[in-house]
């Protein structure tokens, strides 16, 4: 491919969505595309300062705009570090997580206003818009029972029901505004049967990406 080729996975808690975008950056590797691998909130040294901040269960206390406005500087930091030089060289690059859960968490679960999001938001991505976003979709509390094993739950996951079915309703809302570019996958109880359903719609993607170049 002559360009890169950006592709990020969203979804609530406990969707899968790290396991399966894993799964994705092994298989491509392995068939010899050039792609890297990320994740927000962190991907660079400052990204992962920013992390260990917003996740933190215990020692700080955050705001809604303070957080915010983490979320944003490690984008921004992401952004000019890493996605864009690797998309330039015409890598294939997977993100778990990107602008769309800002919408999604801070937007609809935090109830913040969306256009102060968006002016935000477009300063911190500089124009950068996804190739493909699949949105990993489950029930709430299928969700949060699955990310909440093992006692580990973050700051994130720790809040009230209400909130996480506001965000998810929120990523559904973003899917329908989106269709071209959002594609939402049901998960199901085989992490096989799941993968296959994204593995098509990239496979799909990958293709048309490459006729086009």
């Not at 206003?113 to 500089?126: F, H």
């Amino acid at each position: 491919m002559k360009e890169g080729l950006f592709i990020t996975f969203e979804g609530p808690e406990g969707s899968g969505k790290s396991t399966q975008s894993r799964r994705l950056f092994d298989d491509l590797a392995g068939k010899g595309h050039d792609v890297i691998y990320t994740a927000e909130p962190g991907g660079t040294a400052l990204g992962e300062c920013i992390r260990s901040i917003i996740l933190d269960k215990d020692s700080v206390r955050l705001g809604k705009k303070a957080e915010l406005f983490l979320f944003e500087a490690d984008r921004t930091q992401h952004v000019e570090q890493l996605i864009l030089p690797a998309l330039n060289s015409g890598k294939i690059v997977i993100c778990d997580r990107f602008n769309t859960a800002t919408f999604a968490y801070q937007g609809y679960g935090l109830d913040m206003d969306k256009e102060i999001i968006k002016t935000l938001d477009d300063i911190a991505v500089s124009g950068l818009v996804p190739d493909l976003i699949l949105l990993m979709d489950i029930d709430v509390e299928t969700g949060l029972g699955r990310a909440g094993k093992g006692g580990s739950a973050d700051r994130v996951e720790k809040r009230d029901l209400e909130f996480h079915e506001k965000v998810r309703q929120g990523y559904l809302s973003l899917a329908k505004e989106d269709q071209e570019t959002i594609k939402v996958i049901e998960v199901t109880e085989d992490i096989d049967q799941t993968y296959n359903l994204v593995k098509d719609v990239v496979n799909s993607v990958i293709e048309r990406h490459t006729r086009s170049g």
